[in-house]
């Protein structure tokens, strides 16, 4: 199955090709200058931890949850990178400069 992660939007499969599972967990916002990594405050950690004794092991953290998507789904296409001012402002010169 695929899925969405509601924290951080990204999409993983929970079955890999080999056979084994995987465990989405969000990666950190950043790394702040004292090199401490910062973590979202809605992190989802799908690895999973012991209970009490008896207790089946649980999801270290839902976070926001995950969306399944549709079997065959694939991500849009990129889109288009709209045209800078600045780029716009060079084509006025050149085109001023080959025109005189
Ligand atoms: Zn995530």
Known sequence: ???????????????????????????????????????????????????????APRMKAEGRGRVELEPGWQPPAPAAEPRGLLARAWERIRASVTTG
Request: one cysteine or more; a negative charge; proline letters at 9%.
């Open 1 to 55: 199955m695929m899925y969405q992660c509601g924290s951080c939007g990204g999409v993983y499969q929970d079955l890999m090709a080999d056979g084994s599972l995987y465990f989405h967990a969000c990666p950190p916002l950043e790394v702040d200058p004292r090199g401490r990594v910062v973590e979202r405050p809605d992190k989802r950690n799908e690895n999973l931890v012991m209970g009490e004794p008896g207790e």
